[in-house]
């Protein structure tokens, strides 16, 4: 039986990817996918997704401690803004108005198909349970499963002087950047990867100490599977972003995307290099 979600199914999609993709002609549409199809690969090939912190979260080997000190600093880098970013990308799909990519006679409706396919990802993010519509409460949004395990972890939010400034530099990056429309979907498929990768690792240690901590933000989080009931929708969320890029990308900024994405990606490699360089000399 399948026992995808709304959110998590194909079916969901199906009419709105079929319009993203015919509002450009064929050949642009082929060229668009095979250039993001590139910066997709380079996002998964870099050195982010082989920081040896990974491997030290997936054979448990931090401590208590230590995990405490990661998630007080990930709640800053990104747990705090992302649905500021995804809000503010829903809002900016307001630009494929005036995109020359896009067929002119569906430039205005672009923009609502874009909306319905970031809002399944907004809809997840603040708590709606598309198993079960009846059981949606905002105290189910990723941010506030993730302030409750800070209060399991017995951590302040407001107390930011383990704060590191690497966290910080990743949450002025996507300011900068909150009023492109193209800019926040590369930064948020990057975003997704990150979300999917360390979520995984961070969740197999944090288990050793207490089973709890697994529930609520890290039970939401990872790959959909129609095998259980869980409203983990991550990689759906990063094709559907990735998709809406290949619609909005103008050839012209190929440099300056490859270089806003290098930026990103080595800014959460250097947050994670600085949790694995303070963890390692506090060990």
């Known amino acids: 039986m399948n026992t995808l979600s709304f959110t998590q199914s194909e079916h969901t999609r199906e009419e709105v990817l079929y319009f993203i993709q015919h509002s450009l002609s064929p050949e642009l549409w082929k060229s668009n996918t095979q250039v993001v199809h590139a910066l997709k690969q380079a996002t998964g090939n870099h050195a982010l997704f082989k920081h040896p912190i990974l491997t030290r979260l997936h054979q448990c080997q931090l401590t208590l401690e230590q995990l405490k000190l990661i998630h007080l600093n990930y709640f800053t880098a990104i747990v705090k803004n992302f649905t500021d970013a995804l809000s503010m990308v829903i809002y900016q799909a307001l630009q494929l108005e005036n995109n020359s990519n896009i067929k002119a006679q569906d430039r205005i409706a672009a923009k609502i198909y874009a909306r319905y396919l970031l809002s399944l990802n907004l809809f997840d993010e603040l708590g709606f349970n598309t198993h079960q519509l009846e059981q949606s409460s905002p105290a189910k949004s990723h941010l506030v499963y993730f302030l409750k395990l800070m209060q399991q972890l017995k951590l302040d939010v407001t107390d930011q002087k383990q704060t590191q400034a690497e966290a910080f530099s990743?949450?002025?990056?996507?300011?900068?950047?909150?009023?492109?429309?193209?800019?926040?979907?590369?930064?948020?498929?990057?975003?997704?990867?990150?979300?999917?990768?360390?979520?995984?690792?961070?969740?197999?240690?944090?288990?050793?100490?207490?089973?709890?901590?697994?529930?609520?933000?890290?039970?939401?989080?990872?790959?959909?599977?129609?095998?259980?009931?869980?409203?983990?929708?991550?990689?759906?969320?990063?094709?559907?972003?990735?998709?809406?890029?290949?619609?909005?990308?103008?050839?012209?900024?190929?440099?300056?995307?490859?270089?806003?994405?290098?930026?990103?990606?080595?800014?959460?490699?250097?947050?994670?290099?600085?949790?694995?360089?303070?963890?390692?000399?506090?060990?």
């Open 170 to 283: 990743l949450t002025q990056f996507i300011q900068e950047h909150i009023h492109s429309y193209a800019d926040l979907l590369l930064i948020l498929a990057c975003t997704e990867l990150q979300v999917i990768k360390f979520s995984e690792a961070l969740r197999t240690n944090l288990a050793v100490y207490d089973s709890s901590f697994t529930n609520g933000y890290y039970a939401c989080h990872g790959i959909a599977k129609a095998s259980d009931q869980t409203l983990a929708n991550d990689d759906n969320h990063e094709d559907d972003i990735w998709l809406l890029f290949t619609q909005s990308y103008q050839p012209k900024d190929e440099s300056y995307f490859k270089q806003l994405q290098a930026e990103y990606l080595n800014l959460w490699n250097d947050f994670w290099t600085k949790m694995y360089c303070i963890l390692t000399n506090s060990s």
